[in-house]
């Protein structure tokens, strides 16, 4: 089996050690003799160990935030009604399309930039909270009309403080992008936990109290306020009085496309809430939302830690295609051999899983969390897929993309919206499998990692979660225990099961992850300023 290039079996039989040499060896065999319009072999280990220690620290910061964020919604649960959760699902989209107006894609250009100046990130910092005050106008003007279209007059309100958010937001957008370019996401835990922590808190109190939706409303705002104030304090840069044109234009004509892609991708990912908000219960609508927040806890963020570090380290190689291609394998099978057992360990488990975390009020959103997770199989082969474009400049083919997925959304929703929520669910099953073909199209054409290629790199993670996930099911089935029992013996069985059929079947991923982790745990102090 041959791995971006290199064969998997190297001297002394050691998967991770093949794997790091071919890694290794298309960023680092060039002498200083033929280095001539190419990246020094020092910059690419420097990037690689950057990549790998930006990558823990990002998936430590999801943890830690979302670890926190878990919590934190387990226990608002318990003080508020679906119906309350059903009020935020009702505004999602329009809070989401505001914040897409303000960020504009300007983040992703600015980290893109090979060689950012002051003035370009000044540039983006005024281009963002300009936005950001237009984008909250909109809204405002919009609220009574979003109220009418639910016919919930309280949404009004809501909706027009909620959306001081996406003000707050446009101050944070170039402070985060300045610690990407750096892949130093270790400063930015400092900024998300704490704040996760305090408004998550305080919001807690309130439910308590009987504040109902506004604990919600009041964390959403307090804690981005929080990170902006951190960040700021934690991130050395700020704004002078210049501005370039010329900038605006580069970042805009990469950017808009990014811009109106997301648009639509927001849109339609929040369509779904806006049909079952408007055709059914707000309690319907509220156990669907929180049923998808917990399965983007592991899903979405996940993947976004690790596209978030890998999209500005390979940026920096864009040019080179071969060494996009064995960074993206890499990429996409580590991915995966952690997402895929997360996907459907959390289906398997999502009933004991509910009955000793949550009130029974919420057990209707199990099997809604279920065929979530179902879908969310594919979510990091379309991520990775698009990232690929992204990091080639290609953002006119992530719009063309994006076209082509949503007017297939739209014809899968008007058929499956019959058939009420679970109907609308296996419509995004199916939805999602489809997509992946256009998505995975380009990917072959810009750095010739085809579709067959990238199933067989993920092939053996899904086999070995697939029966494992099988085997639980099976196992919690012919088995009367306590929920919390249950729960806890056959959680640590499957990750017992599936490391051990990992290191049984040799699974690349599971040695290269395993490497990567002895690497930032035994790095001295020194190295690891270094690295970061």
Known sequence: MRLGGCHAGAAGGDPAGAWGAAFQGRFGRKTEHNLKGRTPPRFIMSLTQKTITGIIWNVA????????GVII??????FLVPADFGLIAMMAVFLAVAQSLMNSGFKQALIRFKDAR???????FYANVS???????????????????YNEPRLTLLVRVAGLNIIIHSFEIVQSAVLSRKLNFKAQLQATLPAGIISGLIAVAMAYAGLGVWALIFQILLSSLLITVFLWKIQGWRPSLSFSKESLKSMYSFGYKLFLSGLLNTIFLNLYIVV???????????????AKKIKDIVNSQLVSSIQTVTYPALASIQDDDKRLKAGYRKVIQITTFILFPSMLLLAALARPLFMVLLPDKWLPAVPYLQLMCLGGVMFPLHT?????????????????????????????????YRYGVTGILIGQIIGSVLAYIPNSYFSAKLINYSALEQ??????????????????VAADSLTYWPAIVGLIVFGLAAVGLYLAGAH?????????AREMLVRFIFQKGDKSEKIL
């Open 276 to 290: 079952i908000a408007k055709l059914f219960a707000a309690s319907i609508a509220g156990q669907y939302f929180f």
């Open 61 to 68: 910061e999801q943890v830690a935030r979302k670890g926190t």
């Open 384 to 416: 990775i897929n698009l990232n690929i474009l992204q990091v080639k400049g290609r953002s006119d083919l992530f719009l063309y993309l994006e076209i082509i997925k949503k007017t297939l959304t739209v014809i899968i929703l008007y058929i499956s």
């Open 118 to 124: 002051q003035v370009d990130f000044n540039t983006a």
């Open 131 to 149: 936005l950001g005050i237009i984008s909250y106008l909109l809204l405002f003007l919009a609220a009574p009309f979003i109220s009418e279209f």
């Open 504 to 512: 049984v079947l040799k699974l690349q991923p599971y040695w290269v």
């Open 455 to 472: 199933i067989a790199d993920v092939l053996p993670s899904l086999g070995l979660s697939v029966v494992v996930a099988l085997l639980i």
């Open 73 to 78: 919604t387990l226990l608002l649960a318990r």
